[in-house]
């Protein structure tokens, strides 16, 4: 198969000059070899599929451009993948979908490595391995490869042949999952429809729980701005960028502490001092959405001045199933607002 594969890559890249295209091919081989010697914990004889299912999950988000340089952050959409490629590939059950395992565990294979956040230091198991997806996100800033290897990644043929080689070699090429409609697609639908999945499950425990509260945490900051044009709904802030920067907080109205709620009636957009405000009971919206100041809060009387916004509706989604929850609202009103 990777015969046939190679031609293919000859085929494409005929235009390089040949010291190019050997080169290409000299490093394609040097990575399958690597990519297929994956140094792996044995269990009941068979040797955990964690790091082949990373890596897969890695190429699938290169495939749709969440990943568009060599930093491979720890992102809700890869944590998500990650379980979607598990359910596909994986049918022995005494492995468990510990996403946090071989994306600290694969820079042993020296192609992964990792770029740690400053001052921070791993805290380990017994086993010295990660402690949780928690430590591990408090710890790395992201992962990256070797520059060859992502170089090839960025070519279409020989993504493919990487990706292909990869499962058929662990997994005997078993039907991969479609790219959209997974987990992470599924839980969208449940938060802008308000389904109660949307509240987890809060007694929970273990790897599998704490990254479903991740990804859902992730999807919720993802939708909530989008359903209100990227705008604060109280100032009507709104910053574009053309790098992927996000200026407008998705706000609990209830805190996840209480009912772990991210549905979309539970949310607010709000710019970070807002969201600051309103999480402190200094600020509060009426369940007819006007915004209330608290007594408490004290500005001066610039044009900045916050008093501006007093007894003024918020921005509201385009469809009104959308809008913040009144319930939600009330609960605010009484329970957090500094009156």
Same mark, same amino acid.
């Given at each position: 198969?990777?015969?046939?594969?190679?031609?293919?890559?000859?085929?494409?890249?005929?235009?390089?000059?040949?010291?190019?295209?050997?080169?290409?091919?000299?490093?394609?081989?040097?990575?399958?070899?690597?990519?297929?010697?994956?140094?792996?914990?044995?269990?009941?004889?068979?040797?955990?599929?964690?790091?082949?299912?990373?890596?897969?999950?890695?190429?699938?988000?290169?495939?749709?451009?969440?990943?568009?340089?060599?930093?491979?952050?720890?992102?809700?959409?890869?944590?998500?993948?990650?379980?979607?490629?598990?359910?596909?590939?994986?049918?022995?059950?005494?492995?468990?979908?510990?996403?946090?395992?071989?994306?600290?565990?694969?820079?042993?294979?020296?192609?992964?490595?990792?770029?740690?956040?400053?001052?921070?230091?791993?805290?380990?198991?017994?086993?010295?391995?990660?402690?949780?997806?928690?430590?591990?996100?408090?710890?790395?800033?992201?992962?990256?490869?070797?520059?060859?290897?992502?170089?090839?990644?960025?070519?279409?043929?020989?993504?493919?042949?990487?990706?292909?080689?990869?499962?058929?070699?662990?997994?005997?090429?078993?039907? %991969?999952?479609? =790219?959209?409609? +997974?987990? !992470?697609?599924? *839980?969208?639908? $449940?938060?802008? @429809?308000?389904?109660?999945?949307?509240?987890?499950?809060?007694?929970?425990?273990?790897?599998?729980?704490?990254? %479903?509260?991740? =990804?859902?945490? +992730?999807? !919720?900051?993802? *939708?909530?701005? $989008?359903?209100? @044009?990227?705008?604060?709904?109280?100032?009507?802030?709104?910053?574009?960028?053309?790098?992927?920067?996000?200026?407008?907080?998705?706000?609990?109205?209830?805190? !996840?502490?209480?009912?772990?709620?991210?549905?979309?009636?539970?949310?607010?957009?709000?710019?970070?001092?807002?969201?600051?405000?309103?999480?402190?009971?200094?600020?509060?919206?009426?369940?007819?959405?006007?915004?209330?100041?608290?007594?408490?809060?004290?500005?001066?009387?610039?044009?900045?001045?916050?008093?501006?916004?007093?007894?003024?509706?918020?921005?509201?989604?385009?469809?009104?199933?959308?809008?913040?929850?009144?319930?939600?609202?009330?609960?605010?009103?009484?329970?957090?607002?500094?009156?």
């Amino acid at each position: 198969m990777f015969f046939g594969r190679q031609t293919q890559i000859l085929k494409t890249n005929s235009y390089l000059p040949l010291k190019y295209l050997f080169k290409v091919l000299q490093n394609l081989s040097h990575y399958l070899n690597k990519l297929t010697s994956l140094k792996r914990a044995t269990v009941e004889t068979t040797k955990a599929p964690h790091k082949p299912i990373l890596l897969l999950s890695v190429i699938d988000l290169i495939r749709t451009k969440h990943i568009t340089e060599n930093k491979i952050f720890i992102s809700p959409e890869l944590v998500a993948r990650f379980n979607d490629n598990w359910k596909a590939f994986v049918t022995q059950d005494y492995f468990t979908p510990n996403f946090s395992l071989p994306f600290f565990h694969l820079r042993s294979e020296k192609f992964w490595h990792l770029q740690t956040k400053t001052d921070r230091q791993f805290l380990l198991t017994k086993s010295h391995s990660i402690k949780s997806l928690v430590s591990l996100n408090d710890t790395v800033d992201y992962a990256y490869l070797d520059e060859d290897l992502y170089n090839l990644l960025q070519q279409q043929t020989e993504r493919e042949a990487i990706y292909h080689h990869l499962k058929t070699f662990y997994f005997n090429d078993k039907n %991969e999952p479609p =790219i959209i409609g +997974g987990l !992470f697609e599924e *839980i969208e639908g $449940q938060i802008l @429809n308000d389904a109660p999945q949307t509240a987890i499950y809060k007694t929970g425990k273990g790897t599998e729980y704490e990254e %479903e509260i991740f =990804i859902r945490s +992730g999807v !919720f900051k993802k *939708i909530i701005p $989008q359903q209100y @044009n990227y705008t604060c709904a109280i100032t009507g802030l709104r910053v574009n960028s053309i790098f992927d920067i996000q200026m407008i907080d998705a706000c609990h109205i209830i805190p !996840f502490s209480i009912t772990h709620d991210c549905s979309i009636s539970n949310g607010l957009s709000l710019c970070p001092n807002m969201h600051r405000a309103y999480d402190r009971g200094l600020i509060s919206i009426t369940p007819d959405y006007q915004i209330i100041l608290s007594p408490h809060f004290s500005n001066n009387d610039s044009t900045h001045s916050l008093n501006q916004f007093d007894g003024k509706k918020i921005l509201l989604p385009k469809e009104e199933k959308h809008y913040p929850g009144k319930v939600n609202l009330e609960w605010h009103l009484n329970e957090r607002f500094l009156k």
